[in-house]
C-alpha cells in the first residue's frame, strides 16, 4: 500500500516503498526493556542519534510504561519526560517523531516541541479530546488494539475469533477518527500484540495479519522482546534479538508497513533485505 502522508515543515513519510522501521526511545524508569536506560535528556538524544545513524525512519518516543501490570502516571510527569526530550532531538535531526500516548494533553504538548505522529495506544478512546487534538494538527494518527488497560489486560484476556474482533475494533476506531476530523490517509492501524492477548491470539494475529492490512489502511506491528518470544522460546528480554528479526520479518511478509523496534539497526538491515529482493524480483527482465 503506497501512501504519502505529510508531516510538517514540508516534509513527507512515504509508506509502501519500503518497510519503515520506528525505533523505541522509552524515557521511562519502568519500562519492560529499557526502562530507566533514557532517563536524561542527554542519554535519550544520545540513543535517538544512534538509531539515525543505523537508518531509523521514525523514532517513538514514550513518557509511560504501559508494560502488563503497569499503572498510568500524571500528565505533567509524562510531559516532563518527552517534552524535553523531543526538543532537543528536534534541535539536531528532522527525523519523524512520534508521541506514545493516550493523553492528549502530552500529545499535544508534544507536537508543540516537534512531534509528528500521534502513536495512541488507546485509539482516540482514553482521553475524549485526543481526536480533537490529532484532527486539529493534522498529524498522522496510530490508532492501536487493547483489550482492557495495561494494568489488568493480561488477566486472562478471551476472545470468540480474535482477527475478526480486532479488526472490527480498528475499522470502527478510524472511523471514529474520521468523524473527528482525522483525515483517512492519516490513519494507520496496529491489532497491538501483547496488549490483552496470550501466546495463541498473538500467534494468530501474526499468521493473519493479512487480513488487518485488507481493512485498507497501513499497518504497524510491534512485537520486538515481548513475552510471545519468552513464552516460546524461554529467553529473558536481553537476549530476544533473533526471535525479534523473525516476527518483524513474518509481519513485513504480511502486510506491515511500518515495525516498531528496540534494535533498529539490525531490524534495518534483516528488513533492508526483504526490500530488496521483493524489488529487484518484481523487476521486468
Avoid: W
Avoid at 498510568?72 to 518527552?82: D, K, L, Q, T, Y
Avoid at 522460546?233 to 526471535?243: C, D, F, N, S
Amino acid at each position: 500500500m503506497n501512501r504519502t502522508i505529510h508531516l510538517s515543515q514540508d516534509r513527507f513519510l512515504s509508506l509502501g516503498e519500503k518497510t519503515l522501521v520506528m525505533g523505541v526511545l522509552n524515557c521511562t524508569p519502568d519500562s519492560f526493556s529499557d526502562g530507566g536506560l533514557y532517563g536524561s535528556v542527554e542519554n535519550a538524544v544520545a540513543a535517538a542519534t544512534r538509531m539515525v545513524e543505523d537508518g531509523v525512519d521514525i523514532i517513538d518516543v514514550g513518557g509511560e510504561s504501559t508494560r502488563p501490570g503497569s499503572l498510568p502516571v500524571s500528565e505533567e510527569v509524562e510531559i516532563g519526560r518527552v517534552v524535553p526530550v523531543i526538543e532537543a532531538l528536534r534541535k539536531t535531526s528532522d527525523i519523524p517523531i512520534s508521541i506514545d500516548t493516550n493523553k492528549s494533553g502530552v500529545a499535544f504538548a508534544a507536537l508543540k516541541a516537534g512531534a509528528d505522529i500521534v502513536n495512541d495506544i488507546a485509539a482516540l478512546g482514553g482521553d475524549e479530546k485526543m481526536g480533537a487534538v490529532a484532527a486539529e494538527s493534522g498529524c498522522p494518527v496510530i490508532l492501536m488494539h487493547m483489550k482492557g488497560t495495561p494494568e489488568n489486560m493480561q488477566a486472562a484476556p478471551c476472545y470468540s475469533d480474535i482477527v475478526a474482533e480486532v479488526s472490527t475494533f480498528l475499522l470502527e476506531s478510524a472511523k471514529k477518527a474520521e468523524k473527528y476530523g482525522v483525515a483517512r490517509e492519516n490513519i494507520i492501524l496496529d491489532p497491538g500484540f501483547g496488549f490483552g492477548k496470550t501466546f495463541r491470539h498473538n500467534a494468530i494475529l501474526l499468521e493473519r495479519l493479512d487480513e488487518i492490512f485488507s481493512l485498507g489502511y497501513p499497518v504497524l506491528a510491534g512485537m520486538s522482546r515481548k513475552s510471545m518470544i519468552q513464552h516460546a522460546l524461554g529467553l529473558p528480554v536481553e537476549e530476544r534479538l533473533e526471535a525479534s528479526l523473525a516476527l518483524a520479518v513474518m509481519a513485513a511478509l504480511r502486510g506491515a508497513s511500518i515495525i516498531r523496534v528496540h534494535d533498529v539497526k539490525e531490524s534495518v538491515r534483516a528488513l533492508g533485505m526483504i526490500d530488496a529482493v521483493r524489488t529487484e524480483a518484481g523487476k521486468r527482465i
